[in-house]
């Protein structure tokens, strides 16, 4: 079965930290795009960071630069998302994704083309 899980979700303080990860099965994530994207209540789902599927370009969202770093293991097919100095508009669901293209831009094509989602990670930042 092909799929993403996540884990490493949970709730911190200000100026804290949390590493995410991503398991993949059934396929290599190597040789995918890949991205990190996060909702929160009552707003769109948004791209943190993405690496194309050559790993050549890698994107972060402005107000994540400096602190989330995103990152593979090929060897554990394991994709994850450091972040750090985190902040309480950080507060979100986070959802792992790869696929053929993942523009951060635009989640919505990864759905359209058929590419795998994670299940969702809650993260809480607040004191």
């Known amino acids: 079965q092909m799929q993403l899980v996540e884990s490493g979700g949970g709730a911190v303080e200000p100026g804290g930290s949390l590493r995410l990860s991503c398991a993949a099965s059934g396929f290599r994530l190597e040789y995918y795009a890949i991205g990190w994207f996060r909702q929160a209540p009552g707003k769109e789902r948004e791209g943190v960071s993405c690496v194309n599927s050559h790993n050549t370009s890698t994107y972060y969202k402005d107000s994540v630069k400096g602190r989330f770093t995103i990152s593979t293991d090929n060897t554990k097919n394991t994709m994850y998302l450091q972040m750090n100095s985190l902040r309480p508009e950080d507060t979100a669901v986070y959802y792992c994704?790869?696929?053929?293209?993942?523009?951060?831009?635009?989640?919505?094509?990864?759905?359209?083309?058929?590419?795998?989602w994670g299940q969702g990670t809650q993260v809480t930042v607040s004191s």
């Open positions: 994704a790869a696929s053929h293209r993942v523009p951060c831009g635009n989640p919505k094509i990864i759905t359209r083309d058929r590419g795998f």
